[in-house]
């Protein structure tokens, strides 16, 4: 168990390119969850998988942003014609069925993406 | 919707001394999750501690310890002893209990900020 991998850790990107994410949760965990961190804020929940399917998206997602993850295992956030405001750290988290073990949800150290 | 506040953005300790972090949430559930999460500068996010709240009792975790007070939907941690190594951005969050689609979620408080002074 190597606990939750993201990659890349860091990316700048020109406003208008599009970037793809990548998040490799706990193998036996069948839920992935995505969240947006600003500078200097809580992280704000984004969207979340069980196994393959994504259950729940926040309003936040906005028609530019497409999350995936086929076969259940790994994960990709997607934004496309990347605007400033996209500038943030991006978490990925996954949890067992119930979530609520005794170490909560385990996070990845994050993608910080920076638009320019 | 379900809203979690921390009124202090940054808080300062003596190594050694004790701190106690203030956190506020908003819910109409009845049974709910509550948790302190660390992140240290740059690096993943840890769990600290979590308390359910059908429990009265409060939850300690070695050096850490909560405040737990339902009625009014108070959720302080109180770290002990405190180490340089507890110099890190801190983190209250909220989340419904059971296994349903919407409920799972974690909603977190806008941060405190914890300086450790040797």
């Known amino acids: 168990d190597t606990g939750v991998s993201q990659n890349p850790r860091h990316k700048i990107t020109k406003r208008g390119q599009n970037v793809t994410f990548r998040c490799d949760p706990i193998s036996e965990h069948n839920r992935l969850y995505w969240y947006r961190q600003t500078l200097g804020q809580g992280p704000e929940f984004l969207t979340y998988f069980q196994n393959e399917a994504q259950l729940e998206k926040s309003r936040l997602l906005s028609d530019r942003f497409s999350a995936e993850r086929p076969k259940g295992s790994f994960s990709t956030l997607e934004i496309q014609r990347t605007e400033q405001g996209d500038s943030a750290m991006y978490l990925c988290?996954?949890?067992?069925?119930?979530?609520?073990?005794?170490?909560?949800?385990?996070f990845g150290s994050g993608t910080r993406l920076t638009v320019v | 919707a379900q809203t979690v506040t921390q009124s202090q953005p940054e808080m300062s300790v003596q190594e050694a001394e004790t701190v106690t972090l203030s956190c506020t949430y908003d819910t109409s559930e009845s049974d709910y999750y509550l948790f302190w999460y660390k992140q240290p500068p740059s690096r993943q996010m840890i769990l600290v501690i979590r308390?359910?709240?059908?429990?009265?009792q409060n939850a300690t975790e070695n050096r850490f310890s909560v405040n737990f007070q339902k009625a009014a939907k108070s959720f302080s941690l109180k770290i002990s002893d405190s180490q340089l190594g507890d110099a890190a951005m801190y983190f209250c969050?909220?989340?419904?209990?059971?296994?349903?689609?919407?409920?799972?979620?974690?909603?977190f408080g806008g941060g405190t900020r914890v300086l450790v002074k040797p």
């Open positions: 308390q359910e709240a059908y429990k009265q």
């Open positions: 969050a909220y989340r419904r209990a059971g296994a349903k689609a919407a409920g799972n979620k974690l909603t």
């Open positions: 988290a996954s949890s067992g069925i119930w979530g609520d073990s005794r170490y909560g949800y385990t």
